[in-house]
Each structure stands twice: as structure tokens, then as C-alpha cells.
């Protein structure tokens, strides 16, 4: 061995062994998700710690913002409120966690098929709208006249339309993401590269190949985006539904206790929303990571 490598590695002393993991086994994947699993636990603890902690510095009404540990004692007493059956004016029956996994179910539903519609019918709109110039000219000024009209402002429209019932949930939903794919549609298609449309035609691809292999896969990061930031839109504007056209879900209950002033209820429905709320939107990143699998790791969040 060289004298010289001999001498430098008696200076510096032996090679220290790597550090090992923190979590042995376990792929960076599932400790990123981990990662955020348990700092979106503190930051939940920390919230409902400051509320507590307001309680028991009698800063707060305990009857008009009761702490989690009040709303969340009498959960028995709780779910009798919700019912099974999702026909209007009904009685609750006091079906427990069945019942209320039944009314989350509808609700989700009113929400998820709105936003699928929404999503579709306005991307095939703005595509239409791009490349039709005739319908350009026709459809695009009352889509901007009618885009930033409220969905709420729309609910007596679609009860007149629909009736009582799922309809106007649906609808309002739809309404809430519709106008804004379309619009969101028409500018990332004309943000799309241009070499990526020269390249394709110089390859030979056709007109409708250029648009489903080169333009909308270019495009649909973006549109997944605008989908998840409207996503709590919706959340809102069902619940209102919910409470005038639909009179079933989770909209309801929270009407029925703010009438009954049961603000145990009201924070424990305001608490289901949200913990719906957070599923929908990690369920949807999830579809996002699947569907965009041409995007990096890094680009779809």
C-alpha cells in the first residue's frame, strides 16, 4: 500500500459506516407519506388544543363553541339524528354508524358525480370551443357572462328544473367547476408548446391524434389542479344544497341543529365535512399520481 494513503488514513481516522435508516424497510415513498401523516396529526392536535385550551380559560361559550371533547363525548346520543334512508322528510331512526356512514355516502356522491361532470363536459366544451371557431363566436360570451355568477345564485334554477331531490345537488356542483374547465381548458391549450404540435406533424399524426396524445396529456396537470382547487368549492356549495333542493345529507343535518341551536351537532357535522373534505382531496391526488404518470414526483401535488 502507499505510504501516502497509509498516512492520510491514519490522520483522518477510519470510515465512518453510513447512517442508518430512520425507517429500515420502508421505500422514501411511504416516509414522505408517513411524514405528512403525522405532521398533519400535530397540526390537527395543535388546533384542538388551542380550542381547548380557550374552554378552560372560560374564553369561550362552551354552549355556543363547544370543544372537541364536548361534541365528541355523546357520539351515541349524536347519530340518532342521522337516518338511513335517503327520502325527504323522513324520521330519523337512530340507525347509529350505520346511518351515518349512509348519509356521508350521499353526500360524497352528490359531489363526486357533480364534479365528474363538470369536469368532462368542460373539457370537451373548451376543446370544442378552441377549435370551432363558429362556436367560439357562439358560446364563448355567455360562458363569460354566465362564469362568475355564484353556484349558490343558481340553486332556485335548478330546483325549478330538477324538482326535490340528488338533481339540484348534482347541478349546483356541476356549475361550480364547469365554467372554470371550460375557461381554464381554451388557455392551457394555447399554452401548449408549439414544437410539441411541429414535432407530432412532422411525425404524421393527425389532427385528432395530436390532440389526444400531444395536447391533452400536456394540458391535464394543470386541469387536475383547477379540479382539486374547486374541490372544497363543492364541498360548500353541496351542503347548501343539501339544505333547500335536496333535504337529505349531511347539509341537512348541520340545518336541522343550527334551527335546533344543537351545537354539539353542528360541530360534529362541521367535523364529518371536513374529514370528507381531507379524504376526497388525498383520494384525488392518488388518481392524479396514477393517471398523470408522465408527470414527475415533483409535479403533481
Given at each position: 500500500m502507499d505510504a501516502r494513503l497509509v498516512t492520510t488514513h491514519a490522520r483522518i481516522g477510519p470510515i465512518p459506516a453510513p447512517p442508518r435508516a430512520v425507517l429500515p424497510g420502508l421505500s422514501p415513498a411511504w416516509r414522505r407519506r408517513l411524514a405528512s401523516l403525522a405532521w398533519g396529526l400535530v397540526s390537527l392536535g395543535l388546533f384542538a388544543g388551542l380550542w381547548e385550551g380557550l374552554w378552560a380559560l372560560d374564553l369561550v361559550n362552551p354552549l355556543l363553541l363547544p370543544p372537541p371533547h364536548l361534541f365528541l363525548a355523546d357520539i351515541p346520543g349524536t347519530l340518532r339524528y342521522f337516518d338511513r334512508s335517503n327520502r325527504i322528510g323522513s324520521v330519523a331512526?337512530?340507525?347509529?354508524?350505520?346511518?351515518?356512514?349512509?348519509?356521508?355516502a350521499w353526500t360524497t356522491m352528490r359531489v363526486f358525480v357533480g364534479l365528474s361532470l363538470g369536469f368532462v363536459c368542460g373539457v370537451l366544451v373548451g376543446a370544442l370551443v378552441h377549435y370551432v371557431r363558429i362556436l367560439r363566436n357562439l358560446l364563448l360570451p355567455t360562458v363569460l357572462v354566465l362564469a362568475p355568477i355564484s353556484p349558490v345564485a343558481w340553486l332556485p334554477v335548478a330546483i325549478f328544473v330538477f324538482g326535490i331531490g340528488d338533481k339540484p345537488a348534482i347541478f349546483l356542483v356541476f356549475i361550480t367547476l364547469f365554467f372554470t374547465i371550460v375557461l381554464s381548458t381554451g388557455a392551457q391549450i394555447e399554452s401548449v408548446p408549439k414544437t410539441y404540435i411541429h414535432v407530432a406533424r412532422i411525425m404524421g399524426a393527425t389532427g385528432r391524434q395530436t390532440f389526444w396524445r400531444?395536447?391533452?396529456?400536456?394540458?391535464l396537470p394543470s386541469l387536475f389542479m383547477t379540479l382539486r382547487l374547486n374541490l372544497f368549492a363543492a364541498w360548500m356549495v353541496v351542503l347548501i344544497a343539501e339544505t333547500v333542493g335536496v333535504g337529505t345529507g349531511l347539509g341537512q343535518i348541520t340545518s336541522m341543529a343550527r334551527s335546533t341551536f344543537n351545537a354539539k351537532l353542528v360541530f360534529f357535522t362541521m367535523a364529518i365535512v371536513g374529514l370528507l373534505g381531507f379524504l376526497s382531496d388525498f383520494g384525488l391526488r392518488q388518481i392524479q399520481r396514477k393517471m398523470l404518470w408522465w408527470v414527475g414526483p415533483g409535479g403533481a401535488r
Open positions: 331512526s337512530g340507525g347509529g354508524v350505520t346511518a351515518l356512514l349512509i348519509t356521508m400531444v395536447v391533452l396529456p400536456a394540458i
